[in-house]
Structures are given as C-alpha cells and as structure tokens.
C-alpha cells in the first residue's frame, strides 16, 4: 500500500488561497506523475492538476489561472497553490501519483464557504 501523506486542507473564504501538499515516497515520488483530482459532493471525481518528473503542468479547465503545481524532487513532496478560491472548488482533494499503477491518498477536504 502507497502511502501518499496529504496536508493543508480546511477552511477558506471565497477569493482566498490555500496550499495542499503531499509527501510520496522517494522512489516512487522521483518516477511518478504527481497530481491532484477532486471530488465535490453529488459530483464526479475530475483532474485538478498534475506534473511529471520533468515539471511539465497541466490543469483542468475549472481551476486554469487560479492554481498552480510545483514539486519539490529533493523533500518528495508536491504542492498545490490555490488561489481565488470559489464556492465550487469545495470538494475532497486526493493526492495522485502514477507510475506504473496509479495511487491515491486518502483525500483531504478543501470547504470554500463565507
């Protein structure tokens, strides 16, 4: 079993930021496209971002301009910046990493609310 450690979700008011970050481990960190996806409530689960080893990004439509994934290759970790944050993006956040399969953490919730 993969452990992917998630971190950083909570309570943000809309037009706020938040960072999540999630720690792999080291080998299967440095082969893997990292991502995030998301699942709202009643909604299906969709790709919110991802970066492969060699930083290359790509992001859903909903989140574009808003959002941005980084990777740190020496602590193992990958991070989503989220700004502008709208009602929407309320939902569970699930750390990905695809290597061979494709693993998931055990998700952390993100609530945009006033």
């Known amino acids: 079993q993969v452990q992917l450690v998630e971190s950083g979700g909570g309570l943000v008011q809309p037009g706020g930021s938040l960072r999540l970050s999630c720690a792999a481990p080291?080998?299967?960190?440095?082969?893997?496209?990292m991502g995030w996806a998301r699942q709202a409530p009643g909604k299906q689960r969709e790709v919110v971002a991802r970066?492969?080893?060699?930083?290359?990004?790509q992001y859903g439509d909903s989140v574009k301009g808003r959002t941005t994934i980084s990777r740190d290759n020496n602590n193992h970790t990958v991070y989503l910046q989220m700004d502008s944050l709208k009602l929407e993006d309320t939902a569970v956040y699930y750390c990905?990493?695809?290597?061979?399969?494709?693993?998931w953490g055990q998700g952390i919730q993100v609530t945009v609310s006033s």
């Open positions: 080291g080998r299967l960190f440095t082969t893997s496209v």
């Open positions: 990905t990493a695809a290597s061979r399969e494709l693993s």
């Open positions: 970066i492969t080893p060699g930083n290359n990004t």
